[in-house]
């Protein structure tokens, strides 16, 4: 008899719709591993970037990204996750707006793509996986018995990035992070390789206005009704 896949609960969902931290907080409550799929092509987009790699010399980016070595590290504190990139702790620079573009930009590049498919598979691994990212539910994980598709307005998610960035210390616009938003929302929807959108069953959650405990409770009830 054939073994009983890993269960899998995609989240999937533009940037700023809270997937990180519902992701987060959902893998917790389920005591299941979590992947952060973004971080990986911010990683590599990072990874070039520290190399003086140009983003738009496909091949480059490509052995780059076969090569990177990513590690998550838990915060012994229960805080946000170490993500390190070829040995160095990148978790600050991985959420800056400039990896946020370099990982959109790179993740048009099917051999990239490619190349971090098997990374993102060899995290399913038992109990159970939450996977966060804009096509886990689609291309990555299409057979995960559990789907859900978080999305927020676009005034919402520069705020709730605004306060992110700045909280961090960083000099932003809300204006300029609205406008980067709806550019990468376009950017994403449109691209020919795995567009951003909700995978068929997903469950779709609108967060606009949303506590996130409640966000959190209707993603847990997915699993678990």
Known sequence: MAPTPVPVLT???????????ISRLV???????MLDSGALYRAVGYAAGAEGIDLSDEAAVTRCAQHIKIRFQASPDGGETHVLVNGHDAT???????AGAAASAIAVIPAVRQALVDLQLAFRKAPGLVADGRD??????????FKVFLTASASERAKR?????????????????QRE???????????PVAPLKPAEGAVVIDTT?????????KVFAVVRP
């Open 11 to 21: 989240i999937d969902g533009p940037s700023g719709s809270g997937k990180g931290t």
């Open 27 to 33: 893998a917790e409550k389920l005591g299941w591993r």
């Open 92 to 98: 600050d620079e991985l959420r800056t707006e400039t």
């Open 136 to 145: 886990m539910g689609t291309v990555i994980f299409p057979d995960a018995p």
């Open 161 to 177: 990035r605004y306060k992110q960035l700045k909280d961090k210390g960083l000099s932003v616009t809300l204006a300029g992070l």
């Open 181 to 191: 938003i709806e550019a990468r929302d376009a950017r994403d929807a449109s691209r």
């Open 209 to 217: 206005g949303m506590p996130i405990e409640v966000v959190v409770a």
